[in-house]
């Protein structure tokens, strides 16, 4: 299927530098009218584009179009063979979505899907993920488990954990990892993490791992997830170069693989050292919203299951799901 005119123009001006209107009208075959029309697009999705007159168009910020022929080749081997298929598409309603209708992966290989935006983008709780085109990475990455794995309910940790190593070779600065799905800097939002899951009792565990990251955000799009009650970040405050997005998402995956394999052999376990050492949470006063109930505390970490420990007056609490969020300390 042929891209869209506003995926095209945005991989064009992702070369770099100036393209003129009347340059990118006669190479795409449309009208100086069509191509503003598809700039202001890509403004509207958040991506910042100058536009100079008598020198045209161009991107604030570089940022390398997603390609599958490259992400493939930039892994390893082992890894690239446990891929069955890897797809980039412009824009659809949501990548895990897409990927949860499929009944036909083997156990052992993964589909991995990304988009450059979603229009039903969504976090936990069936939240907006807001993420501008060449901006952040949107990857959904499709499992099959011959069976259901111990710790199940802990998969999105040991994925946080996963993730938190691909992009550790980038940042320079501390990423912490926030139960139960968020990687932060300095208590701002840097990535995301959403599994579904579709199961059959006694029978293969079909996971979607959904995990949305902030590459680089305008101010303008800060501002709009800041309004829906998110502080944000992006691998750029974190010390990172944001351009060369196919290599990252490649790290990811290549991540994720083997993580996955582990996970289903030992569960938790060979992640949870790990998770503890940067947990974002332990030690502060935090809130726990699990259904109908609302419990403030101390949060001492977690147990091998995955579930978040917080002291109260009444003794140690466990919950093993809930919306966190730190208390100021008074």
Known sequence: MRRP???????????????????????????????WKAVM??????????????????????????DAVKIRAALHRGVRERIRDIETVWSLESTNATLLERTDLQPGLADVLLAEHQTAGRGRRGRAWLAPPGGAICLTLAWSFPLV?????ALGLAVGVCTLRALRRRVTEPVALKWPNDLTLDDRKLAGILIEMRAESGGPTYVVVGIGINVALSAVVL???????????????????????NAIVAELI???????????????????????????????TVSVQSGETNVRGIARGIDIRGALLVETPQGLRKFVSGEVSVRPEE
């Open 5 to 35: 005119l506003e995926a095209r123009v945005h991989a064009h001006l992702a070369q770099g530098g100036f393209q003129s209107g009347a340059e990118l009208a006669r190479r795409f075959g449309v009208s100086r009218s069509a191509v």
């Open 41 to 66: 697009s890509l403004r509207e999705r958040g991506l910042v584009v100058h536009a100079v007159r008598n020198r045209g168009y161009r991107l604030a910020a570089l940022c390398e179009p997603l």
């Open 149 to 153: 794995p111990r710790d199940l309910g």
């Open 223 to 245: 501002e709009r997830i800041a309004a829906a009650g998110t502080r944000a970040a992006d691998l750029r405050s974190a010390g990172a170069d944001p351009a060369p997005r």
């Open 254 to 284: 290549g991540e994720m693989v083997p993580g996955l394999t582990a996970f289903e052999r030992e569960g938790l376990r060979p992640f949870i050292d790990e998770w503890k050492a940067v947990d974002a949470l332990r030690g502060r």
